[in-house]
């Protein structure tokens, strides 16, 4: 029976072989809706937007389109990661002064992103007119990309929680720290009671060693298919590195800075990963952009 590293392998094989021919580049992503990913944290502090950005530089670099939405309204930094500054964000989108097609700036790798600028506020004054606009105006993306994924603030917040619910999957990054591990189950426990069958993968940032990473994956999924009744997937981890540390001091991802840094090594893994397993032990729908901002607005207008 073929194991899971066999398993990465050949999956990985495929990718690099089909982009080589300019056929199809996305076998685990066949639908024509993009997959959108929220990644999210208990608290901040935690590299879950530098995990977001080399995240999606490792996705690109495995033949898939990826953009990235920055919605973190209150410290949006994704264009600090990349060392960029944007001229527009979604409220141009959302007032109808601009496609969506125009607002995405061109990161590394062929990563687009965006920043949310104020986004949230300004949907729920939208009338259902100027709302069917905005929808068929974002649903472009789902042309353009294989993947989206949402970058969205720390902490516990309805904001937060809005956005984790909307999306096809979520994505929990935690470090090793008691505080985040606390607020790491404290999240995980919030999508529990609103919806048992949310698929919730986790990574550990920032861990000393392979031995605590995978201790505390372990513990949080014990404890959550215990206490909660609900499975986590554990995705892997991110080491300690020095060379994390010096890219985002030179405002450029490690994956590009340091590309055979263990750093590099362990999200590129992650990335396999996330593709290899793709909706397994899901039963959401890819719903694509539209469908997660439909969900969002209806989250907000509760």
Known sequence: MMDQAEKLRKIVDNLKTMQKNKQVQAPAIEKKNAKVITVTSGKGGVGKTNISVNLGIALSELGLKVIILDADFGLANID?????????????????????????????????????????????????????????????????ADVILIDTGAGLSDNVMNFVMSADEVLLVTTPEPTSITDAYALIKMISNRDKERLIKVIVNRAEDTNEANDLLNKLSIVSEKFLSLKLMPLGYVLQDEAVIKAVKTQNPFLISYPKSNASKQIREISKKLICNGNEGSNAEMKGIKGFMNRLVGFLNV
Request: proline share 3%; hydrophobic share 40%.
């Open 80 to 144: 600090v990661l990349f060392g960029m500054i944007p001229k527009h964000t979604l409220v141009d989108v959302i007032h109808s002064e601009k496609n969506i097609l125009e607002v995405l700036s061109d990161g590394p790798s062929n990563v687009k992103f965006i920043s949310g600028g104020s986004g949230v506020e300004e949907l729920i004054k939208l009338e259902n007119s100027q709302l069917e606009k905005f929808l068929s105006n974002i649903s472009l993306m789902d042309k353009i």
